[in-house]
């Protein structure tokens, strides 16, 4: 069974920045898509930032110009650089990959942003 682990959540202060990692468990994991989506309490989880096997990008309007999502292939993971924090994108991280017939979810990280 593939596993996706999540590192690097935490506080930051805002204006401050946090770097996020998602690994895949198994060497050759190969997918079309990964992401990272998010949920804060009392909202439904919604989509941060996608990235294809191609490194075509695409972000929710919130996150566009502040967040940046990368993938190293030959280390089975993919990124989520996040710069000028807000408060608002207090919430669990999580990270997502898809591929047909197939969609994996990671267990969730904390992203707190202080005011």
């Known amino acids: 069974q593939v596993q996706l682990v999540e590192s690097g959540g935490g506080l930051v202060q805002t204006g401050g920045s946090l770097s996020l990692s998602c690994t895949a468990s198994?060497?050759?994991?190969?997918?079309?898509?990964m992401g990272w989506y998010r949920q804060a309490p009392g909202k439904q989880r919604e989509l941060v930032a996608t990235?294809?096997?191609?490194?075509?990008?695409d972000y929710a309007d919130s996150v566009k110009g502040r967040f940046t999502i990368s993938r190293d292939s030959a280390k089975n993971t993919v990124y989520l650089q996040m710069n000028s924090l807000k408060p608002e994108d207090t919430a669990v991280y999580y990270c997502?990959?898809?591929?047909?017939?197939?969609?994996?979810w990671g267990q969730g990280i904390q992203v707190t942003v202080s005011s």
């Open positions: 198994e060497s050759n994991f190969r997918v079309n898509i």
């Open positions: 990235i294809t096997s191609d490194t075509i990008t």
């Open positions: 997502n990959a898809h591929r047909i017939g197939y969609t994996y």
